[in-house]
Every structure is written in C-alpha cells, then in structure tokens.
C-alpha cells in the first residue's frame, strides 16, 4: 500500500496538530539535527554498503552477535526482505486488523494466504492500528504453530508492557524480529530500522538485501543516538502514555464514539451515524487537526479512524472539536 497509510501531512498544508502519526510528540530531535548538520558531507560519499559499524553498535546494546543483526532502511525495507528471503515457504497468514504490508510483501513475492496455517505468520506487536500487545508466553504459542513467526516490534517503545527480548527471540529459531529506530526516536523521514533473527537467518536475508541500502546521514544518526542516550526516554513514554489514557478517556465520553483498549499512545475509534473521512474533512477545514482514516485497513469499517496522544492542550481541543461534529450530526 503506498497510498494511505498513516502520516499523509504531505498532502495537506499547514497543520495545526498531526494526529495521525504515531512517533510521540515529545521526542527532542534538536540536538540529532544539529549533530547531523554538523555532518552534511557525508552525503558527498556512498555510506558503507552493509551498515556493519551501525550493527556492532546495536548488538552491543541488545547483547546478542553482530552476526544476527541486519540494518535495514526503515522497518518496511525489512518487511519485504523477509517476505522475499522466505518466499519459497508459499503461505503466509495473519490477522487482521493490522499494518497492511505484511500481505502486500508476501502476495508481491506469491506467497498464497491461508486463514490459519501459514508457514510464515506475521504478528505486529504492539498491534498497529489496535494498540494491542501481546505476552510473551502467547507469542511462544504462535512460534509453535508455525515454521516462521515474523514479529513486526517497531512499537515496542510506545508501550509500557514488557516485549520479547531480541536474545530470547533468537534462542526460539524461527522468531525474526524487526525493529525501527524510526519509532522510537523520531526520525520517520530518515528510514532507519533493523532486524534480529539467528545468525544463519541473517545470513540468508542479507545475501537478498542491496548493497547501500542505508543511506549514511541515517547511519550517523544512528551511531550518534546510539551514542549519546536520552536520560528521559523513558519519562517522556510515560508521559504520553498518560495522556493517552486521558485522551482515550474523554474521548469514550463523547455520544457516538468508541474507543477500543490499546496500551500504547496511538488507539482505534470507530463513529456512529458518519465516516472517518467525512469527520477527517471536518478536522482539517475548520481546525487544522489531521486524524488516521483507518478505513483502509482490511477488516475494518469506514466508521473507523484512529488518533495518537499528542501535548494536553491539543488533545483537549481535539476532544472538543469531535464533540461539536458529533453534536451537529446527532442535533
């Protein structure tokens, strides 16, 4: 799917507030970006053609080899290098609601979609666009039931729960892990991401991955974020999943909109008597708010939409904007 995804601020001009992202609001990218203009020539030269400084330094923190970690360009590169680097195992299958480009790659590689069984099962976790998080122990379940479990974890640092370890994914097998940096520090317009598999899986998905695939301002981000770790990450999380959980709460106040569970800062609603695009129209014409029409993900209606957590003062004025929608469409 290249069209509708989330984050589509390039069609629109100026927004007041962008709830259709999902990177948090309160990550401070200042200093990366001065860093980085600090280091503009390194566009003057090709960057390394495998990222490898950038792997040392990521299995240094995840204490696993360097050998089972491949730096991608962003989460979605890796999506479709693993759907390409298994594409002989033919069948494939995941549940829905849930990123689209899971089914994208493997029908772009011929894979063939089997409700239940699929030899390789992609699960996102934190679940996008529903916020659901699995436990561990259900995701060991799922690594049994099939001959790949392909886990999409670029939202592991939107949430609270505890995640499955890269080291204890890798003692499993047949676990691939895809992770993105992209998430977790902001950085969307960059790509930057990695996956973590057993080293002979590595292998195998770096032989099909091109050379210079990571362009080097990403990997000078990388190495100065790896480098240079924020005090406050954490406090900032749990900050905006506190907001979130206010969000969600007042928003569940309002006639006519649901709110389903999440425990991340981004959830899914769904609106009564109208669609998400018509209340998206709405949003952007008389507020300058931008919201996920999620109606385009399989499984789901076009009653459904989903926001993220932004700063409180905007969180209230979107809560009051909806309700005055509301207002109007129910008199």
Not at 33 to 50: D, M, Q, T, W
Not at 138 to 145: C, D, T
Not at 243 to 263: C, D, K, M, Q
Not at 288 to 316: M, T, W, Y
Request: aromatic letters at 8%; hydrophobic letters at 35%.
């Amino acid at each position: 799917m290249i069209e509708g995804h989330g984050d589509d601020i390039y069609r629109y001009g100026e927004l007041r507030c962008n709830f259709s992202s999902n990177i948090s609001p309160l990550i401070d990218t200042r200093e990366l970006r001065n860093h980085l203009a600090r280091h503009l020539a390194l566009v003057n030269h090709y960057p390394e053609p495998s990222a490898r400084s950038l792997e040392l330094l990521i299995a240094d923190e995840h204490d696993i080899s360097p050998d089972e970690v491949l730096v991608t360009s962003g989460a979605t590169d890796a999506i479709y290098l693993v759907a390409q680097t298994l594409r002989n195992e033919g069948s494939f299958a995941v549940k829905r609601p849930t990123f689209s480009e899971y089914a994208d790659a493997c029908r772009m590689f011929g894979y063939e979609e089997t409700p239940k069984g699929g030899a390789v099962r992609w699960l996102c976790n934190p679940n996008n666009p529903t916020g659901e998080v699995r436990a561990d122990e259900a995701v060991e379940i799922l690594s049994r039931r099939h001959r790949w479990l392909v886990i999409d974890q670029s939202y592991e640092d939107s949430t609270c729960r505890k995640m499955l370890s890269p080291s204890r994914a890798i003692g499993m097998r047949n676990v691939i892990q895809i992770h993105s940096m992209t998430k977790r520090f902001g950085i969307p317009g960059l790509r930057l991401g990695y996956i973590t598999a057993p080293a002979p899986v590595i292998g195998r998905l770096r032989a099909n991955h091109r050379p210079w695939a990571v362009n080097a301002l990403a990997i000078e981000a990388g190495h100065w974020l790896l480098t240079h770790p924020n005090p406050n990450e954490d406090v900032y999380m749990t900050a905006v999943l506190n907001e979130a959980r206010i969000l969600a709460g007042r928003l569940r106040g309002i006639f006519g909109i649901h709110v389903y569970p999440t425990e991340t800062n981004f959830m899914l609603c769904s609106i009564r008597q109208s669609s998400a695009a018509e209340l998206k129209k709405y949003l952007l014409e008389n507020h300058q708010f931008l919201i996920r029409d999620a109606s385009n993900f399989e499984g789901l209606k076009d009653c459904h939409f989903r926001v993220a957590a932004q700063h409180p003062d905007d969180n209230n004025e979107l809560v009051e904007a909806i309700y005055t929608f509301t207002r109007q469409k129910h008199g």
